[in-house]
Each structure stands twice: as structure tokens, then as C-alpha cells.
T-cell receptor, first 115, second 111 residues
């Protein structure tokens, strides 16, 4: 399968714990995006990378959230001191970037439940 | 940011053509229009993208009038498996954070 993959698919944690999610983009894609989606809403942009550089962050990305993309390949999204309001689906997408190929392709998401 | 407005829900029957319209009155010159389909507990799946006039692929057509303030996704001969949420996304292809998803249109296809 050459699509975007995300791990884990589901995560249940207790309030106050730290969690980390991983995203593996399509191999030739140099752009990688993170979104958050709550029930009944469309995806909300969190941040995006061009290769290893984090170029944009949403106001939704509080100090407890951090994302990295070492070496411009996979990316991790960490949430520290989780709160119940962090419960959501976290989606990753990737795209070629620039020119005519900037369509975003999404992974299956990681569903986070904070108890 | 270009805000989009879509109907919250639509019903159809198998075999019918479905047209979902998205309004984007403040679309910018460089913005493209992209439609995604999303099933429960899955990530959005790209359907079609366009800038103006008409675009057609193997699954859908996208109609964009000259003023580009709206767009219509056309799904020919829908089946039960087309029941999903459809999102219209407007944004500059090379400016990722400036694209915003609305709340989508829930399409229910009935037998």
C-alpha cells in the first residue's frame, strides 16, 4: 500500500498523559499536514511541513502540541498533558507540493479518546 | 480565508444523479476548488479539483461558473456506497494553511 499511513489507529489515554502519533506520507511527497476533526465537523488545519521545515501553525496548536518531521520523511504529533477536549480524530495528509500536484491525500486518522 | 457554504444534508436514490453545490463568495484569484469524500472513521478521499469551467474524471464532474463564486459537484448514477460526507475545499494549492474545510454535506443514498 503506497498511501498515507498513520499509527496508532486508536489511542485511549487518561487526562494528563502524553501521547504521540506517527504519520508516514506517500514517499515522494514533500508536504505533510496535520488536521484535527471532531464529530460532525470538517477537518481543522493544525500545521504543515515542507520537507523538514514546519512552515505554518494554526492557532489551534497550543503549547501542549508539538509536531516534528525529522529528515523530511515521517512526522510525529505529540500532545502533552492531554485534556478531554483533545479527544478527536487526528488526520495526516501529504502532497507533492508546488506546480500542478498539490492535492492532499489523507491517511486513515488516529482517533484519540481522553478519559 | 475563503469560507464555503454547503447544504448540511441531501437525500437521493440509487441510480440518480446528485448535484451538490458549494458557495464560496470570497474566493481569491489563485484559489482552486477541491472536493473530498469521507466515510465514517476514515480520512477524506480526493474526488476532483478544478479552477474554472468544467472538470470531469472517472467518478465525478465539477462545474464552476465564470464568476467562480460557487461550484457544483455532480455524481452520476449514485449507489448506496456513495453515502458519505462531501466537503468542498477552497484554497491556494501552494498555501496549505489557507485552505479550510466547511462542515460538509451528508449525502444519504436510499435503495
Amino acid at each position: 500500500d503506497t498511501g498515507v499511513s498513520q499509527n496508532p489507529r486508536h489511542k485511549i489515554t487518561k487526562r494528563g498523559q502524553n501521547v504521540t502519533f506517527r504519520c508516514d506520507p506517500i514517499s515522494e511527497h514533500n508536504r505533510l499536514y496535520w488536521y484535527r476533526q471532531t464529530l460532525g465537523q470538517g477537518p481543522e488545519f493544525l500545521t504543515y511541513f515542507q520537507n523538514e521545515a514546519q512552515l505554518e501553525k494554526s492557532r489551534l496548536l497550543s503549547d501542549r502540541f508539538s509536531a516534528e518531521r525529522p529528515k523530511g520523511s515521517f512526522s510525529t504529533l505529540e500532545i502533552q498533558r492531554t485534556e478531554q477536549g483533545d479527544s478527536a480524530m487526528y488526520l495526516c495528509a501529504s502532497s507533492l507540493g508546488g506546480g500542478s500536484g498539490d492535492t492532499q491525500y489523507f491517511g486513515p486518522g488516529t482517533r484519540l479518546t481522553v478519559l | 480565508l475563503a469560507k464555503t457554504t454547503q447544504p448540511i444534508s441531501m437525500d437521493s436514490y440509487e441510480g440518480q444523479e446528485v448535484n451538490i453545490t458549494c458557495s464560496h463568495n470570497n474566493i481569491a484569484t489563485n484559489d482552486y476548488i477541491t472536493w473530498y469524500q469521507q466515510f465514517p472513521s476514515q480520512g477524506p478521499r480526493f474526488i476532483i479539483q478544478g479552477y474554472k469551467t468544467k472538470v470531469t474524471n472517472e467518478v465525478a464532474s465539477l462545474f464552476i461558473p465564470a464568476d467562480r463564486k460557487s461550484s457544483t459537484l455532480s455524481l452520476p448514477r449514485v449507489s448506496l456506497s456513495d453515502t458519505a460526507v462531501y466537503y468542498c475545499l477552497v484554497g491556494v494549492r501552494t498555501n496549505a494553511g489557507k485552505s479550510t474545510f466547511g462542515d460538509g454535506t451528508t449525502l444519504t443514498v436510499k435503495p
